[in-house]
């Protein structure tokens, strides 16, 4: 079962603009990562936000989590055409049995 | 070397068929997955190999069957597949199973091996 909402489901963009994605869950977690796939290949990962941490920053990218909301959200500033992919969070929870569980994916469009 | 490398790219099938996936790692990770996804899907969690034990199986229909011969090696067996099955079949590891717990791991993925099944 998938237990992340991402929204939105799409984004369109210019180059240089900024990109908010945001993703909710529903249960305890420990750990929030947010993974990146261009089409029809792997996943990459991004960067990881322990339930403990607030806010993380990885080069362009900015991630928050709101840990009583249980939400998260991913911000890349100063988008490139590159930038162009699906993004997922995925929960690492408590409850979870040592499994990954994915949102629904938003899918980021930069235009030159 | 942070590659998981994933064998064929492509693959097409008959529903008689039987073949098999391949993934690898040299990272040193005792925890290895296996993924379905979809299109426009995110990725559905098939197995987990925790120290080459099968430690997770999601209700997979048995058609689906794994293998972790060593530590490096985790092969996905296909047998009499349906035409549903088509699809991008991920193979992911991480250093150590994810817990649950304090840990916090990261999963590496293969590029995949894109399915169909005719």
């Known amino acids: 079962s998938q237990q992340g909402e991402e929204d939105p489901q799409a984004l369109s963009i210019q180059e240089g603009e900024n990109a908010t994605m945001n993703c909710s869950y529903k249960?305890?977690?420990?750990?929030l990562q947010w993974y990146r796939q261009n089409s029809g290949r792997g996943l990459v990962h991004l960067i990881l936000?322990?339930?403990?941490?607030r806010e993380k920053h990885s080069g362009r990218l900015r991630v928050t989590l709101d840990t009583s909301k249980k939400s998260s959200s991913l911000l890349i500033t100063a988008s490139r055409a590159a930038d162009t992919a699906s993004y997922f969070c995925?929960?690492?929870?408590?409850?979870?049995?040592?499994?990954?569980?994915f949102g629904q994916g938003t899918e980021l469009s930069v235009k030159p | 070397d942070t590659e998981v490398t994933q064998t064929p790219k492509h693959l097409v099938m008959g529903m008689t068929n039987k073949k098999s996936l391949k993934c690898e790692q040299h990272?040193?990770?005792?925890?290895m997955y296996w993924y379905k996804q979809k299109a426009k899907k995110p990725p559905e969690l098939m197995f987990v190999y925790s120290y080459e034990k099968l430690s997770i199986n999601e209700s997979v229909p048995s058609r689906f069957s794994p293998e972790c011969p060593n530590s490096s090696l985790l092969n996905l067996h296909l047998h009499a597949l349906q035409p549903e099955d088509s699809a991008l079949y991920l193979c992911?590891?991480?250093?150590?199973?994810?817990?649950?717990?304090?840990?916090?791991?990261?999963?590496?993925f293969g590029p995949g091996t894109r399915l169909l099944v005719l």
């Open positions: 992911a590891s991480s250093q150590t199973p994810t817990s649950g717990g304090a840990f916090q791991e990261t999963q590496y």
């Open positions: 936000i322990r339930s403990n941490e």
């Open positions: 249960t305890s977690i420990n750990n």
């Open positions: 990272m040193g990770h005792r925890a």
């Open positions: 995925a929960t690492d929870g408590r409850n979870q049995g040592g499994k990954l569980i």
